[in-house]
């Protein structure tokens, strides 16, 4: 609720013209990132990497926001710049994003290698093991696919795209969870 009180005193500030900071403009693209206005968050984070081009957050939102306005290649450019800047930042994060825009163009095997990156970077981090469970769902892999429902429920996933490749595959396989 603290974080919601905040954004509000930034868009009134801007509402009335008081100039902003990148922090401000962080806040307010990453609201109007959940609220689904894309285009919006990516000026707010196109000012937060103006004055803050090291800002992860900024870069992967960004990134995010191309992908939902079916803008694949820009995001695919987005991200690659973002690891050119920060190549020690987030990038199991990037990885998986880079992963799930070659999924989004619909290259599938494209996307396995960032996966498999990103999962030696960080094994736990869900997110990738639901965008491989999904690819690899897509590719018909289902035994590979299973084993990453499987580490993906493991880690507490909630991904519902995930949860219900995961059945399809135990129906498909035949198998009990």
Not at 45 to 56: I, Q, S
Request: with cysteine; net charge positive.
């Amino acid at each position: 609720m603290e974080q919601h009180n905040k954004a509000k005193k930034y868009f009134r500030k801007t509402l009335v013209g008081q100039p902003i900071d990148w922090y401000e403009w962080y806040i307010q693209g990453s609201a109007s990132l959940k609220l689904g206005q894309y285009k919006k968050a990516i000026k707010c984070f196109d000012e937060v990497l103006k004055t803050n081009p090291d800002h992860a957050d900024a870069w992967i939102g960004k990134g995010w926001c191309l992908n939902k306005l079916s803008k694949h290649d820009d995001a695919l450019t987005c991200y690659k710049e973002f690891q050119k800047k920060l190549p020690d930042v987030s990038q199991h994060v990037v990885l998986n994003n880079i992963g799930w825009t070659y999924h989004q163009l619909k290259k599938y095997d494209q996307a396995i290698p960032f996966y498999n990156r990103a999962i030696k970077l960080n094994k736990n981090f869900v997110q990738v093991w639901n965008s491989k469970a999904v690819t690899l769902y897509k590719l018909k892999k289902y035994p590979q696919a299973l084993i990453c429902c499987k580490k993906a429920v493991k880690l507490g996933t909630k991904d519902k795209e995930t949860l219900s490749c995961f059945e399809k595959i135990k129906t498909k396989l035949n198998k009990p969870s």
